[in-house]
Protein backbone atom coordinates (compact mmCIF):
# COMPACT_ATOMS: atom_id res chain seq x y z
CA UNK A 1 0.00 0.00 0.00
CA UNK A 2 1.46 2.96 -0.99
CA UNK A 3 0.47 5.34 2.05
CA UNK A 4 1.55 2.61 4.93
CA UNK A 5 2.32 3.85 8.50
CA UNK A 6 1.66 7.13 7.28
CA UNK A 7 -0.57 9.38 9.56
CA UNK A 8 -2.69 11.74 7.41
CA UNK A 9 -5.39 14.92 8.77
CA UNK A 10 -7.70 15.78 6.11
CA UNK A 11 -9.73 18.76 6.95
CA UNK A 12 -13.09 19.22 5.62
CA UNK A 13 -13.12 15.16 5.99
CA UNK A 14 -16.94 14.79 6.50
CA UNK A 15 -18.25 14.83 2.78
CA UNK A 16 -17.24 15.30 -0.82
CA UNK A 17 -13.82 15.83 -1.78
CA UNK A 18 -12.63 15.90 1.63
CA UNK A 19 -14.38 12.53 2.44
CA UNK A 20 -12.87 10.98 -1.03
CA UNK A 21 -9.50 11.85 0.46
CA UNK A 22 -9.99 10.48 3.96
CA UNK A 23 -11.21 7.03 2.42
CA UNK A 24 -8.85 6.80 -0.30
CA UNK A 25 -5.69 7.36 2.29
CA UNK A 26 -6.95 4.90 4.85
CA UNK A 27 -7.04 2.07 1.65
CA UNK A 28 -3.64 2.95 1.04
CA UNK A 29 -2.88 2.13 4.56
CA UNK A 30 -2.41 5.95 6.23
CA UNK A 31 -3.97 6.63 9.64
CA UNK A 32 -6.41 9.37 9.33
CA UNK A 33 -7.85 12.23 11.16
CA UNK A 34 -10.95 14.23 9.66
CA UNK A 35 -11.80 17.30 10.94
CA UNK A 36 -14.58 19.39 10.42
CA UNK A 37 -18.31 20.86 11.90
CA UNK A 38 -20.46 18.66 11.17
CA UNK A 39 -19.55 15.86 14.25
CA UNK A 40 -22.62 13.31 12.49
CA UNK A 41 -20.93 13.12 9.26
CA UNK A 42 -16.67 12.69 10.25
CA UNK A 43 -18.26 9.82 12.69
CA UNK A 44 -20.18 8.22 9.79
CA UNK A 45 -16.74 8.36 7.39
CA UNK A 46 -14.97 7.18 10.85
CA UNK A 47 -16.88 4.14 11.57
CA UNK A 48 -16.86 3.15 7.43
CA UNK A 49 -13.53 3.46 7.51
CA UNK A 50 -12.72 1.29 10.02
CA UNK A 51 -15.63 -1.06 8.89
CA UNK A 52 -13.32 -1.61 6.27
CA UNK A 53 -9.88 -2.25 8.32
CA UNK A 54 -8.91 1.02 8.70
CA UNK A 55 -8.09 3.27 11.11
CA UNK A 56 -9.12 7.06 11.83
CA UNK A 57 -10.05 9.39 14.33
CA UNK A 58 -12.88 12.06 13.83
CA UNK A 59 -12.14 15.73 15.37
CA UNK A 60 -14.90 18.04 15.33
CA UNK A 61 -14.13 21.70 14.75
CA UNK A 62 -13.84 24.51 12.35
CA UNK A 63 -10.24 25.62 10.25
CA UNK A 64 -11.56 29.36 12.16
CA UNK A 65 -10.77 28.58 15.23
CA UNK A 66 -7.06 28.63 16.69
CA UNK A 67 -7.70 26.06 19.77
CA UNK A 68 -9.91 23.73 17.08
CA UNK A 69 -6.39 23.59 14.76
CA UNK A 70 -4.04 23.30 17.42
CA UNK A 71 -6.64 20.36 19.28
CA UNK A 72 -6.60 18.95 15.67
CA UNK A 73 -2.88 18.57 15.51
CA UNK A 74 -1.91 17.73 19.09
CA UNK A 75 -4.76 15.14 18.85
CA UNK A 76 -3.71 13.42 16.04
CA UNK A 77 0.04 12.95 17.42
CA UNK A 78 -1.67 12.04 20.85
CA UNK A 79 -3.58 8.87 18.88
CA UNK A 80 -1.23 8.15 16.13
CA UNK A 81 2.08 9.00 17.22
CA UNK A 82 3.37 11.37 14.11
CA UNK A 83 2.26 13.64 11.43
CA UNK A 84 2.91 12.79 7.98
CA UNK A 85 0.64 14.42 5.53
CA UNK A 86 -2.14 17.23 6.15
CA UNK A 87 -4.74 17.93 3.33
CA UNK A 88 -6.20 21.44 3.37
CA UNK A 89 -9.53 21.10 2.08
CA UNK A 90 -12.12 22.62 4.43
CA UNK A 91 -14.22 25.04 3.02
CA UNK A 92 -18.18 25.14 2.40
CA UNK A 93 -18.98 28.99 2.66
CA UNK A 94 -19.48 30.45 -0.75
CA UNK A 95 -20.54 33.74 -2.11
CA UNK A 96 -21.16 34.83 -5.87
CA UNK A 97 -22.40 38.35 -6.81
CA UNK A 98 -20.63 41.35 -8.19
CA UNK A 99 -17.61 42.40 -6.60
CA UNK A 100 -19.57 45.76 -5.97
CA UNK A 101 -22.25 44.28 -4.15
CA UNK A 102 -19.68 42.48 -1.74
CA UNK A 103 -19.86 43.75 1.45
CA UNK A 104 -16.81 43.57 4.13
CA UNK A 105 -17.64 40.71 5.62
CA UNK A 106 -18.76 38.55 3.17
CA UNK A 107 -15.10 39.57 2.10
CA UNK A 108 -13.41 39.39 5.55
CA UNK A 109 -15.54 35.26 6.58
CA UNK A 110 -14.34 34.11 3.11
CA UNK A 111 -10.86 34.44 3.11
CA UNK A 112 -10.70 33.36 6.97
CA UNK A 113 -12.21 29.91 5.82
CA UNK A 114 -10.04 29.35 2.37
CA UNK A 115 -6.84 31.45 3.07
CA UNK A 116 -6.60 31.89 6.88
CA UNK A 117 -7.62 28.77 7.72
CA UNK A 118 -4.55 26.54 5.78
CA UNK A 119 -2.25 29.07 7.26
CA UNK A 120 -3.40 28.10 10.86
CA UNK A 121 -2.62 24.62 9.85
CA UNK A 122 0.20 24.38 7.65
CA UNK A 123 1.89 26.72 10.92
CA UNK A 124 0.68 24.19 13.81
CA UNK A 125 1.31 21.27 11.44
CA UNK A 126 5.32 22.28 10.63
CA UNK A 127 6.88 22.41 14.05
CA UNK A 128 5.81 18.50 14.04
CA UNK A 129 6.88 17.81 10.66
CA UNK A 130 10.29 19.36 11.43
CA UNK A 131 10.99 17.72 14.70
CA UNK A 132 10.44 13.88 12.24
CA UNK A 133 12.75 15.47 9.39
CA UNK A 134 10.02 15.96 7.05
CA UNK A 135 6.14 15.81 5.29
CA UNK A 136 3.77 16.28 2.98
CA UNK A 137 0.93 19.34 2.60
CA UNK A 138 -1.32 19.37 0.28
CA UNK A 139 -3.65 22.36 -0.56
CA UNK A 140 -7.06 21.53 -2.23
CA UNK A 141 -7.64 25.03 -4.40
CA UNK A 142 -9.78 25.73 -7.28
CA UNK A 143 -8.82 25.92 -11.24
CA UNK A 144 -10.91 29.36 -10.71
CA UNK A 145 -7.72 30.55 -8.60
CA UNK A 146 -5.45 30.34 -11.99
CA UNK A 147 -8.49 32.21 -14.43
CA UNK A 148 -11.31 33.99 -14.24
CA UNK A 149 -14.20 32.56 -15.63
CA UNK A 150 -17.03 34.21 -17.34
CA UNK A 151 -20.31 34.50 -15.60
CA UNK A 152 -18.60 33.09 -12.07
CA UNK A 153 -18.51 36.17 -9.89
CA UNK A 154 -16.59 34.44 -7.21
CA UNK A 155 -14.34 37.36 -6.26
CA UNK A 156 -13.55 37.08 -2.90
CA UNK A 157 -13.23 32.90 -2.90
CA UNK A 158 -11.41 32.91 -6.13
CA UNK A 159 -8.99 35.82 -4.46
CA UNK A 160 -8.08 33.50 -1.44
CA UNK A 161 -8.22 30.59 -3.30
CA UNK A 162 -5.28 32.28 -5.37
CA UNK A 163 -3.85 33.45 -2.12
CA UNK A 164 -3.61 29.60 -1.41
CA UNK A 165 -1.56 28.65 -4.85
CA UNK A 166 1.21 31.36 -3.51
CA UNK A 167 1.27 29.90 0.04
CA UNK A 168 1.85 26.22 -1.35
CA UNK A 169 4.52 28.12 -3.49
CA UNK A 170 6.30 30.08 -0.72
CA UNK A 171 5.97 27.08 2.37
CA UNK A 172 7.44 24.69 -0.86
CA UNK A 173 10.66 26.92 -1.39
CA UNK A 174 11.50 27.94 2.24
CA UNK A 175 11.32 24.12 4.30
CA UNK A 176 12.25 22.36 1.20
CA UNK A 177 15.47 21.97 2.68
CA UNK A 178 13.64 20.66 5.86
CA UNK A 179 11.85 17.97 3.48
CA UNK A 180 8.45 19.48 3.77
CA UNK A 181 6.98 19.43 0.61
CA UNK A 182 3.96 21.43 -0.47
CA UNK A 183 1.72 21.11 -3.35
CA UNK A 184 -1.73 22.27 -4.71
CA UNK A 185 -4.41 20.56 -6.82
CA UNK A 186 -6.66 23.12 -8.23
CA UNK A 187 -10.02 21.10 -9.69
CA UNK A 188 -12.66 22.00 -11.52
CA UNK A 189 -16.57 21.88 -11.26
CA UNK A 190 -17.02 18.73 -8.86
CA UNK A 191 -19.71 16.89 -8.03
CA UNK A 192 -20.33 17.17 -4.37
CA UNK A 193 -22.95 17.73 -1.78
CA UNK A 194 -21.93 21.61 -1.88
CA UNK A 195 -22.47 21.60 -5.54
CA UNK A 196 -25.90 19.24 -5.68
CA UNK A 197 -28.22 22.87 -5.30
CA UNK A 198 -26.36 23.99 -8.59
CA UNK A 199 -26.62 20.81 -11.02
CA UNK A 200 -30.51 20.80 -10.39
CA UNK A 201 -31.40 23.24 -12.78
CA UNK A 202 -30.57 21.66 -16.35
CA UNK A 203 -29.52 24.92 -17.77
CA UNK A 204 -27.28 25.75 -15.11
CA UNK A 205 -26.38 22.58 -14.95
CA UNK A 206 -25.60 22.72 -18.80
CA UNK A 207 -23.15 25.55 -18.38
CA UNK A 208 -21.24 23.92 -15.91
CA UNK A 209 -20.73 21.22 -17.58
CA UNK A 210 -20.27 23.10 -21.08
CA UNK A 211 -17.28 25.48 -19.33
CA UNK A 212 -15.47 22.20 -19.28
CA UNK A 213 -13.77 20.72 -22.42
CA UNK A 214 -14.43 17.32 -21.56
CA UNK A 215 -17.82 17.81 -21.25
CA UNK A 216 -18.61 16.76 -17.73
CA UNK A 217 -17.83 17.24 -14.06
CA UNK A 218 -14.92 15.48 -11.83
CA UNK A 219 -15.58 12.93 -9.47
CA UNK A 220 -14.41 13.49 -5.83
CA UNK A 221 -12.57 9.98 -6.22
CA UNK A 222 -10.16 11.56 -9.15
CA UNK A 223 -9.23 14.02 -7.06
CA UNK A 224 -8.38 11.70 -4.34
CA UNK A 225 -6.31 9.75 -6.62
CA UNK A 226 -4.25 12.94 -7.04
CA UNK A 227 -4.01 13.24 -3.21
CA UNK A 228 -2.82 9.95 -3.17
CA UNK A 229 0.40 10.71 -5.44
CA UNK A 230 1.04 14.15 -3.37
CA UNK A 231 0.81 12.35 -0.06
CA UNK A 232 3.24 8.97 -1.10
CA UNK A 233 7.33 9.10 -1.67
CA UNK A 234 6.57 8.34 -5.11
CA UNK A 235 6.48 12.71 -5.00
CA UNK A 236 9.49 12.73 -3.47
CA UNK A 237 11.14 15.09 -5.73
CA UNK A 238 8.05 17.18 -6.11
CA UNK A 239 7.12 20.58 -4.13
CA UNK A 240 5.42 23.38 -5.11
CA UNK A 241 3.39 22.08 -8.02
CA UNK A 242 0.05 23.70 -8.95
CA UNK A 243 -1.99 20.71 -10.34
CA UNK A 244 -4.88 21.88 -12.63
CA UNK A 245 -7.27 18.92 -12.55
CA UNK A 246 -9.96 20.34 -14.58
CA UNK A 247 -11.20 18.60 -17.34
CA UNK A 248 -9.85 20.64 -19.45
CA UNK A 249 -10.16 24.30 -18.88
CA UNK A 250 -6.88 25.50 -18.57
CA UNK A 251 -6.46 24.35 -21.70
CA UNK A 252 -9.15 26.27 -23.01
Not at 117 to 134: D, S, V
Not at 143 to 160: R, S, W
Request: with cysteine; proline share 5%.
Amino acid sequence: MRLSNKVAIVTGGGTGIGEAIARAFAREGAKVTITGRRKEELERVVKDIEHQGGHALALQGSVTSEPDVREAIEGTVRTFGHLDILVNNAGNLFYAGPLHETPDQIWDETFDLFMKGPFRFIRAAIPHMLKQGGGSILNISTVGALKAIPNFEAHAYQAAKAGLVMLTKTVAVHYAKQHIRCNCVCPGGVVTPGTAGILEDPQTKTWFEGIHPMGRLGQPGEVADAAIYFASDESGWTTGSILPLDGGVMAA
